[in-house]
Structure formats: structure tokens, C-alpha cells
């Protein structure tokens, strides 16, 4: 397997490169270009050279975004092989998230742009106009590098912008394949991928082309990002980490919620940003849930993702392998119960058992921080009120849920949350016509739906006075109503002055 960078449409030379892991055996099985500092000149001259004209015609960059769409699901089974490589999830999920890309630019390709007429009268006409920004640094992190770049560049090419992305060193490669998939697709310089380290992403966030950064990953990637742009006031848009709770109350059915629970804490091995972090369960049904989750913690068939039938892959790398495993340990040594799991599984790979912890409380870094990993400590909470105190006491805020059969109840409970998206009796579900982001640590701004779109824009208000049609409308009834007067009150040249 090899990948090049592409950069004005064209595969760029390799000047040096970087190892490849494959999660399910711990070791490298391909490489990727390094990107130099020259090559990411180029990248952007090629950016800001396409930006003049792309900018120009929103109709041809909808049927290039359809286009793109076209291409991406072809190769869908191909980008998806090579992502369950470089990062451990199975196969159907890989390209799933392929598939998943691909829909993305096919539904922002419709996406509403014209002017907006804000005021339209004998006085005034306004007009709302969005203008793209120019050129766009994106940066991806490694649990899901496909569809969280389609979320950035479907919008940002559709409102006129060109884009360098540049993928985690974690999990290039997808990303590769994607700049090669869509190279006789857009013009040259509209999208370039450069993958390199994390060097690499400060020299992007760095770089007088860039106008706007989009960037997904950690917070404290995301806090060096903000202060990064600051002095050329870059625009950014920061996508970060999340510890999300979810409440379930004590009218629901464990057996009908446990399966959905473990789904939205376990998806990808844990590793999403928007995954059940903090399972609260109110004291009457406490013991039932967590016998249930644990029993599907048990159940759980996990292994190289390239392999049938299994639905878990491995963590997708040594650092955060190592983090998840002393998360862990520093619970069992707080005094915390390993219902199951509790370990690195033996053998090659970076393989975490499903884990479930209870007798752990706020106060242990397994609940406190973002585990981003398969291991999920259980609670139990007698009032709602301190459960949602406690939920809230975080510095995160990306999502959260709230599980009841009474509906009414919990979209309140949900609506206290404090964080960007509040499900009900469900978690995870991320739909394209809303906006998703996170309060307080988890981000600033949103992507997705109008709001992801207008995120990659600038307003322009036109406003035109209608200036000269008025004068002359106003001229002219002045002129009627001085005639009106003359005649009335006997000004100079009326048939009344005459007789004065
Ligand atoms: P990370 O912050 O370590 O890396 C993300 C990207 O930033 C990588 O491409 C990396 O090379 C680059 N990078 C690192 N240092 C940089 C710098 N100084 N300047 C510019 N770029 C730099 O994150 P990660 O470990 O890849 O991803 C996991 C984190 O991402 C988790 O916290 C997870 O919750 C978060 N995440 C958030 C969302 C969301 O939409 N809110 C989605 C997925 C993941």
C-alpha cells in the first residue's frame, strides 16, 4: 500500500515519511508522507490560487460536491479497508463511515446560500450575502477521520472556501485515499491533504493563507489552536473532547435500556467524543442495569476489526492505550469494583477489555476526565436534582441524555443538562439538519446544518438606499404640495396673490 499527499491536484513527492500503525496488532504495516513546510507553501498557494475562481460559481460547485459525493461511494469499500487498518474499528463500520461521508456531501451540496433580503421598501433595500472566508485548515483527529472531515469539507467547499486537510498521524491513510479519490474531481488547489505530525497541524494554524481553522480533537490541542489564530484573528471553529453523562431514572425498564446504553458508551471501543462517559442510574434500578451492562460487557465480541462477526475493535494507539489502562488502575486503587473487564487483553494489539466499574464516585479520574476508551464507571443517585448537579460538574459540555418513560420530563431534565446536544431515551444519534457542538470546554461554534454551513462564511450586509427614486418621488410631492399651498394661502405666483 502506498499513499501520496495531494497537493493542486496532483500526488506530491515524498520527501520523508512516517509508520503506520495497525491497532489490532501494535505494529506498522504502511507509511505516510511527512509533508515538509515547502510542500505545505505549496498546498497553500494552490488553495489560494483556486479560491478566485471557486469562489465565483455556487451552481458548479454544487454538482461538484455531487460529484465528489458519487466518487466517495464508490470507493467507500476501499477507504473503509484501509481506515479498519489504521484504526481498529470493524470493517461494516469503516465503511459505514465511508458511506457516511459520501451523504454528507450529497445533502450539504443542496444546501440553501442565495442572499437573504432583509428589508425591501420605498426607503431601503438589505440584503444578507455569505461570503466564503478563503482558504480553510482543517484538522482531524483519529476515531473517525472520514466522516469528520466530510463535515468540514462538504460545507466549507460548498460556501466558496478551498481547504488543506490534514489528518491525524494516528489514521492518514483514509484521508490520503480521499485527496486521491477526489483529485480529477475538484479543480487543483480546492482540497489538498498533507499528513505529517502534529507539527505539522501548528504550521497550518500558523500560515498567513489560512483564514479559517476547523479543528477536531482534544482540548488541550484545541486551547494551543485558539491561541494559535489569535493574532491574525483567524476564524475557528473547535470541535473538542467530551465526558457526557447520562441519567436514567428510575421508571424505565433495565432490560429495555441496557443494550442502548452500553451501545452509546462502547460504539468505536468508546473512543467517541459524544460517547456515554458517566453512567448515573437512580437507586431503585441501579443493580438491574448494571448486572445488564456488565453482562453485555462480557458478551461483547471484540477483536481485529477485519474479522467477521466481531463489533469492537481495539484502541487506536499506544498513548491512549496506556491512558485508558491508568485511568483504570488509578480507580481500583481509589477502592473502585471491576464489575468486568478491568485489563489489557493478552497478546498483540492495543485490546482493552470491556470494562465496568462500579463503587466509584466524582473525585476519581475515571469519572472526572475524558476516557475515550472502553471502560465505564456506573453510579447510582437517590434525588435527580444532585444526579444533574453532578452531571454538570464538569468543564465539559458536548452532550448528555436523560432516560424515562415519561417523555415531557425528560426533555426538562434534558434541557437542564449543561451541553450541545441533550438526547431522550437515546444517545449518539447525530443528525445532519442540527447543529453539534459543546459548551463550556468542548468547543466554540457548530458544525452541521445551516449553522456548520454559515460557520464557514462571512456576512456581508448590502444595504442600498433607494436613494435617488426617493428624492425624486419626494421632489415631486414637495412640488405638489407647494402648488397646493400657493393656491390655499396665496404665496407668490397664486391666483390669491394677485389680489392682495
Ligand atoms: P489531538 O488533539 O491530540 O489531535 C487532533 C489533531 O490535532 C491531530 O491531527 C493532531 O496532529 C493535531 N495537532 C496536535 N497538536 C497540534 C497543534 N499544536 N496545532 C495544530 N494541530 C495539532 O486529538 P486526538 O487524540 O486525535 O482526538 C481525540 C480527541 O478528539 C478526544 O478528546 C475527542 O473527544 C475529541 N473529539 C471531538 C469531537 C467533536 O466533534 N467534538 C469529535 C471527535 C473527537
Redesign the pocket.
Known amino acids: 500500500m502506498s499513499f501520496t499527499l495531494t497537493i493542486a491536484g496532483e500526488a506530491a513527492p515524498t520527501h520523508g515519511s512516517l509508520d503506520v500503525v495497525n491497532p489490532a496488532t501494535g505494529k506498522p504495516f504502511a507509511s505516510c508522507p511527512d509533508a515538509t513546510p515547502e510542500q505545505l507553501d505549496q498546498a497553500m498557494d494552490a488553495a489560494a490560487s483556486a479560491f478566485t475562481t471557486w469562489r465565483g460559481d455556487l451552481a458548479a460547485r454544487r454538482e461538484a460536491l455531487v460529484r465528489a459525493a458519487d466518487a466517495i461511494q464508490a470507493a467507500a469499500p476501499e477507504i473503509g479497508r484501509i481506515l479498519t487498518q489504521e484504526q481498529g474499528k470493524p470493517l461494516e463500520a469503516a465503511v459505514g463511515e465511508a458511506i457516511g461521508a459520501s451523504v454528507w456531501f450529497r445533502l450539504t451540496s443542496e444546501m440553501p446560500l442565495e442572499p437573504e433580503v432583509l428589508q425591501d421598501d420605498d426607503e431601503l433595500r438589505i440584503e444578507l450575502h455569505r461570503k466564503p472566508l478563503g482558504v480553510v485548515g482543517a484538522?482531524?483527529?483519529?476515531?473517525?477521520p472520514i466522516v469528520?472531515a466530510a463535515w468540514k469539507i462538504a460545507p466549507a467547499l460548498l460556501a466558496g472556501n478551498t481547504l488543506v486537510l490534514?489528518?491525524?498521524?494516528?489514521t492518514p491513510l483514509s484521508s490520503l485515499k480521499l485527496g486521491e479519490v477526489l483529485r480529477d474531481v475538484l479543480p487543483p488547489g480546492v482540497f489538498s491533504v498533507l499528513s505529517g505530525?502534529?507539527?505539522?497541524?501548528?504550521l497550518?494554524?500558523e500560515h498567513e493563507a489560512v483564514r479559517k481553522i476547523s479543528?477536531?480533537?482534544?482540548?488541550?490541542?484545541?486551547k494551543?489552536?485558539a491561541a494559535?489564530a489569535a493574532p491574525d484573528l483567524k476564524r475557528v471553529t473547535l470541535?473538542?473532547?467530551?465526558n457526557d453523562p447520562a441519567v436514567v431514572l428510575g421508571d424505565v425498564d433495565p432490560s429495555a435500556v441496557a443494550q442502548k446504553l452500553f451501545e452509546a458508551s462502547f460504539a468505536n471501543s468508546g473512543?467517541?467524543?459524544?460517547a456515554i462517559k458517566r453512567l448515573y442510574v437512580h437507586e431503585s434500578i441501579y443493580g438491574a442495569v448494571l448486572d445488564e451492562v456488565a453482562e453485555l460487557a462480557r458478551n461483547a465480541v471484540f477483536g481485529d476489526g477485519l474479522e467477521e462477526g466481531v463489533k469492537y475493535g481495539p484502541i487506536n494507539n499506544e498513548p491512549?492505550f496506556q491512558r485508558v489502562c491508568e485511568l483504570v488502575e488509578d480507580a481500583k486503587a481509589a477502592g473502585a469494583t471491576v464489575v468486568t473487564g478491568g485489563g489489557p487483553r493478552a497478546g498483540d494489539g492495543y485490546f482493552f477489555e470491556p470494562t465496568i466499574v462500579s463503587d466509584v464516585a466524582e473525585g476519581v479520574r475515571l469519572v472526572d476526565e475524558?476516557q475515550?476508551g472502553p471502560a465505564l464507571p456506573v453510579m447510582p443517585f437517590r434525588d435527580v436534582d444532585d444526579a444533574l448537579e453532578r452531571a454538570n460538574d464538569t468543564h465539559f459540555g458536548?452532550g448528555g441524555s436523560v432516560w424515562t418513560t415519561d417523555l415531557e420530563r425528560g426533555v426538562d431534565l434534558a434541557r437542564r443538562l449543561e451541553c450541545g446536544t441533550g438526547w431522550v431515551n437515546q444517545h449518539l444519534n447525530l443528525v445532519p439538519n442540527a447543529p453539534?457542538?459543546?459548551c463550556k470546554w468542548?468547543?466554540i461554534g457548530y458544525?452541521n446544518g445551516r449553522w456548520g454551513l454559515a460557520a464557514f462564511t462571512e456576512f456581508q450586509v448590502i444595504n442600498a438606499a433607494k436613494a435617488l427614486r426617493a428624492r425624486v418621488a419626494a421632489s415631486a410631492r414637495r412640488a405638489r404640495a407647494a402648488s397646493l399651498s400657493r393656491a390655499e394661502w396665496g404665496g407668490p405666483g397664486s391666483a390669491r396673490a394677485g389680489t392682495t
Open positions: 484538522i482531524t483527529p483519529w476515531n473517525f469528520l490534514k489528518p491525524s498521524p494516528f505530525g502534529d507539527d505539522l497541524g501548528r497550518i494554524c479543528f477536531t480533537g482534544s482540548v488541550a490541542t484545541g494551543k489552536i494559535a470541535e473538542l473532547g467530551g473512543q467517541v467524543c459524544v491512549q475524558e475515550f458536548l453539534f457542538g459543546g468542548s468547543g458544525e
